[in-house]
């Protein structure tokens, strides 16, 4: 087996990477190389077409192998991101072979069997995996629950209310390739002042997305189920709810994806049980471990993708209160959708899945 | 006097065009040569520096003439676009020369003595204007308010949360300008996926922006106001709430600036007095006049900017109830700000005032 095992670490347990090769998995490598390091061997793990890619990891060259049965031999952790149907294959293969697998599809994160783990929100969680399967929320649900989870720690929340504004690469590779080609097409031109002008320039180029996304927002983001909802609108409403243990927490969400790279920013209007502070807010979104409070607007300062992309971090600004109602607050939160809103997350329960053995 | 008063249309009354060669005074002229023509006279009027320039309306040429006071002579109704201080300046001095001023800037808005009027929805508002002002809303929330105030006829309104995703044709001729150099500089590029590299690609070239708007989104529009809301976000709340005649209506909004050229899209959440069906706000829309009702996810169909722009109606699609509160709507509404945002919503009230008269 190709691993990456380097001096010094035997004895440490071995990790797969299963989608090695993806947007997000990309992004896993390059976090295994900064987070500090508690694994042994690390095993990248990809469909047979990119098997024997080498893909650096740790500083190091590691050849991908396929996704087989046997790849899944001696692996004490393997972080799965592959589209859904692979991961309702392939997880149970991996956790009867022993191994602990951490999720990042949409397969599992609803089943009562698996826990959905924010390590700082719901830490204890990962413990009960009768399954032996963690699922890793959605990366829109990830982009600002760390903040939320803080807040309703406090003041215990009520109702939620969000729209998105999510970045392409949340679509993968691909999302990022055609919003770069539509942007090609369309910058140094008039577009955008006539009725379907950005459609014809874009022609058939709309890659994952329904509609030009390049000058656009669309208001569209997974697939379509009951009464109009979508499938990531649904996510983000459930995961909220399983991971804040509040089973009939109201959720009222709109995802739009907006011509951003990378990074989603979300609006969040939440009611709370009492009434709420700007103060204790601030005060306690300055001090939650994962969580930046950047919030000067007479010194321009909020959180924009821009800024960003590429931090860790939770990113919460433009804080008031309610005008009309003491128990609500409004938030404009950023996260980068690669990072805490997939790969790191991951990452980090992967690790607490580790410490708590 | 520069105008232009084509044949047959002796007797008719005289319209001037204040602001005539700004982003929303170029519309206007689009607009006044695509509508039925009610206008005798039609004078452009622009900062003495513009003074001189020809510019097209109804299909001939007419002169900028420069702001004075004498330019409002004989004027029936004067359509104002300029910034706050220049409207609150000569506001009155057209008034005084017996032109009801039709003002879109904020200066007037909020003034108890001046009536803030959309067509389609309090109509009747236009004729109780003792200042001989008649002000027209801010584009934000022009982008949304007739399609909630036909929601609100049938359904009683109760409370409101607002996303906005703002085009940079809101800032005028600059806004557009400056994004479409910073496409330029980010088209064909990597950028988006490191901290600052999008800032670093655009330098100081953030034009009227408070931060780089291509590949980002910037949750900050107008100036700071109490309590860290943003003047933007005030106006859509009071101006909804006199629009509607609900000067207690609790409103939450949170405006956004997004890389697109023109078209302000929002999403809403809108609770009402009792139960509702999608049905019937389906039926309400679909007959609403100026609404679009775009709405078949199954089939792809949603407004964007880009199939919106250019055209008068406001566009809604999303219709959804919530799924945890019988009595609320979610909505996705697109509405082109230059037109319906601005443009066309004063040259429908100052039409209003003739045929009023």
């Known amino acids: 087996m190709a691993g990456a095992a380097g001096p010094g670490r035997s004895g440490r347990p071995t990790l797969a990477v299963v989608g090695a090769t993806g947007a997000v998995g990309t992004v896993m490598l390059q976090i295994l190389s900064q987070r500090a390091d508690v694994w042994g061997e690390i095993r990248l793990i990809a469909s047979p077409r990119s098997a024997g890619r080498k893909l650096a990891v740790r500083g190091e060259e590691a050849e991908v192998v396929a996704l087989t049965e046997e790849a899944f031999d001696g692996v004490d952790v393997a972080m799965f991101d592959v589209p859904d149907e692979v991961a309702e294959r392939w997880a149970p293969v991996a956790a009867a072979r022993g191994a602990v697998v951490v999720d990042n599809s949409g397969a599992f994160r609803m089943d009562p069997e698996v826990p959905l783990v924010v390590p700082e929100v719901n830490p204890h969680a990962v413990r009960r995996r009768p399954r032996g399967i963690v699922a890793n929320p959605n990366c829109t649900t990830l982009s600002m629950i760390v903040a939320l989870g803080a807040l309703h720690a406090e003041f215990g929340l009520r109702e939620l209310v969000v729209s998105s504004y999510q970045a392409v690469s949340g679509a993968g590779h691909a999302g990022v390739r055609t919003l770069r080609e539509q942007l090609s097409l369309v910058a140094g031109t008039e577009l955008g002042t006539r009725p379907g002008d950005v459609r014809r320039a874009v022609g058939d180029n709309t890659g ?150």
């Open 208 to 357: 994952p997305f329904p509609e030009p996304v390049a000058l656009n927002v669309v208001p569209w983001a997974g697939s379509l189920r009951e009464d109009g909802w979508s499938s990531e609108e649904m996510k983000v409403r459930d995961e909220t709810r399983k991971i804040l243990g509040l089973p009939h927490l109201p959720v009222a969400v709109t995802c739009v994806r907006v011509p951003v790279v990378t990074t989603h920013s979300l609006t969040v209007h939440a009611r709370f049980e009492g009434e709420v502070t700007v103060d204790k807010a601030r005060e306690i979104l300055a001090t939650a471990p994962g969580v930046v409070l950047f919030d000067n607007p007479a010194a321009g300062e909020f959180p924009t993708p821009a800024d960003v992309v590429g931090t860790d971090p939770t990113w919460v600004g433009r804080v008031r209160r309610a005008l009309d109602d003491p128990t609500a607050l409004e938030l404009f939160v950023c996260g980068d959708n690669l990072r805490k809103g997939a790969a790191l997350n991951t990452a980090q329960v992967a690790e607490l899945v580790v410490v708590e053995q």
